[in-house]
């Protein structure tokens, strides 16, 4: 129940396209989610984070829809940029309890 | 603030040799977690630390692992005695744990181990 399952494991995208990401969990008490951003020799970093009062969440480029009937969440990378190159981790958390992170997407921009 | 240090950035070994990677959190931050990360398994959350007492040391992956962290600015992650199979890049996280959930976790440069 405290999985979060992640997909693709690998995705490759043209310049310009539209990435997408998508996530699912078990456990209905999460009421945090965030996606975590990971360089290339970094370490992860918080990237952008949705509550589920809300069913999306835009910060420039980047977007998530959450779904919470389905309980289903996802990363929208839109007009995507070899920048953009990462593997990316969908997480979840509730009150006091430890992050649950995904598996993890390694994501491909290619121009 | 400087962001989680870790040290050192790079150890390579033999197989048997104690390894012993250190970690100091952001000022102010509450709780610490240590992570391994490889491609097969991925990341995986070891031990957590809320005001310096372990939490879940679940993850552990054998007896041969052991964190402490003596006070809130230094934590340590042992190997006793370390297998070529443990080979991985070791990360330490630092977040503020508040009860509405926002728990963003700042991780630190991460330190990747060799046992030869």
């Known amino acids: 129940q405290q999985q979060v399952k992640q997909s693709p494991q690998s995705l490759i995208v043209q310049k310009g396209g539209i990435s997408i990401i998508n996530c699912a969990y078990e456990?209905?008490?999460?009421?945090?989610f965030p996606w975590y951003q990971q360089f290339p020799g970094k370490g992860p970093a918080l990237l952008i984070a949705?509550?589920?009062?809300?069913s999306e969440k835009k910060e420039g480029r980047f977007t998530i829809s959450f779904n919470k009937s389905a309980k289903q969440f996802s990363l929208h990378i839109m007009d995507s940029q070899p920048g953009d190159s990462a593997t990316y981790f969908c997480?979840?958390?509730?009150?006091?309890?430890?992050?649950?992170f995904g598996t993890g997407t390694k994501l491909q921009v290619i121009p | 603030d400087a962001g989680v240090i870790q040290s050192p950035r790079h150890e390579v070994t033999e197989m048997g040799q104690e390894v012993t990677l250190r970690c100091k959190p952001i000022?102010?931050?509450?709780?610490l977690f240590w992570y391994r990360q490889t491609m097969m398994r991925g990341l995986e959350l070891l031990i957590y630390?809320?005001?310096?007492?372990?939490?879940?040391d679940s993850g552990m992956p054998e007896d041969r692992f052991s964190a402490k962290m003596p006070n809130a600015s230094f934590s340590t992650l042992k190997i006793q005695p370390s297998e070529p199979r443990d080979s991985a890049v070791y990360f330490c996280?630092?977040?503020?744990?508040?009860?509405?959930?926002?728990?963003?976790?700042?991780f630190g440069p991460g330190t990747r181990l060799t046992v030869l």
């Open positions: 456990n209905t008490a999460f009421d945090y």
């Open positions: 630390f809320n005001n310096n007492v372990p939490i879940d």
């Open positions: 949705i509550r589920p009062d809300v």
């Open positions: 997480a979840a958390s509730w009150g006091y309890q430890k992050v649950t």
């Open positions: 996280a630092s977040s503020v744990l508040s009860g509405t959930g926002d728990n963003e976790q700042f």
């Open positions: 000022s102010g931050h509450n709780s």
